[in-house]
């Protein structure tokens, strides 16, 4: 059974740090690109960071280039997201992605509020 659990979030004050993890199992998790993506209330769901299965290359959106690093540990089946200099349009709900080719499996996410 395939799963991917997040967790991490919760309420932080503006210029804070959170760090997400997603925690794999049920695939073999060092074939899969995974990404962070992250949907705020009214919006569209976006990438927020991708790295690739051996960790070697990493992408981010723009508004997150750094500030945020995603990481992986292939040896305990889990993918990190480091968030600092948190701000209020940071908000919303990020969720754990896993790709291979046309596979995808998602989290149920997690939420970030960053509110003072």
């Known amino acids: 059974q395939v799963q991917l659990v997040e967790s991490g979030g919760g309420l932080v004050q503006p210029g804070g740090s959170l760090r997400l993890s997603c925690a794999a199992s049920?695939?073999?998790?060092?074939?899969?690109?995974m990404s962070w993506y992250r949907q705020a209330p009214g919006k569209e769901r976006e990438l927020v960071a991708a790295?690739?299965?051996?960790?070697?290359?990493?992408t981010y959106a723009d508004s997150m280039k750094g500030r945020f690093t995603i990481s992986r540990d292939n040896a305990r089946y889990t993918v990190y997201l480091q968030m600092n200099s948190l701000k209020p349009d940071d908000t919303a709900v990020y969720y754990c992605?896993?790709?291979?080719?046309?596979?995808?499996?998602w989290g149920q996410g997690t939420q970030v509020t960053v509110s003072s």
């Open positions: 992605h896993a790709r291979w080719g046309s596979t995808i499996y």
């Open positions: 049920g695939f073999t998790f060092s074939s899969y690109t």
């Open positions: 790295v690739t299965s051996t960790g070697g290359t990493t």
